[in-house]
């Protein structure tokens, strides 16, 4: 069977399925969707390390914050003029 033919009769397999047997096989399919950071699949975990690494990533100061203020941006202008300058 071709790749065209298999990707038709997989589409009229999917539209046969009721709502409730599509609704019972994405949550099969959530089940069996395993995080590589969270081996255990369950969601309170996910949810717990996606927490941690939020409050991780709040925790990391933003780059550039000086380039923000008049002075940093003077000080960026006179350091790339240096540079440019042979």
Do not use: I
């Given at each position: 069977?071709?790749?065209?033919?298999?990707?038709?009769?997989?589409?009229?397999?999917?539209?046969?399925?009721?709502?409730?047997?599509?609704?019972?096989?994405?949550?099969?399919?959530?089940k069996?969707?395993?995080?590589?950071?969270?081996?255990?699949?369950?969601?309170?975990?996910?949810?717990?390390q996606?927490?941690a690494?939020?409050?991780?990533?709040?925790?990391?100061?933003?780059?550039?914050?000086?380039?923000k203020?008049?002075?940093?941006?003077?000080a960026?202008?006179?350091?790339?003029?240096?540079?440019?300058?042979?």
């Amino acid at each position: 069977m071709s790749t065209t033919k298999q990707k038709q009769a997989a589409r009229k397999r999917s539209t046969a399925l009721t709502t409730a047997e599509k609704n019972a096989y994405a949550k099969e399919v959530n089940k069996t969707a395993v995080n590589p950071e969270n081996p255990s699949g369950s969601t309170a975990a996910t949810s717990a390390q996606q927490k941690a690494n939020t409050a991780e990533s709040k925790a990391t100061p933003k780059q550039n914050t000086e380039l923000k203020t008049k002075e940093g941006q003077k000080a960026l202008e006179k350091d790339l003029q240096k540079k440019a300058t042979p």
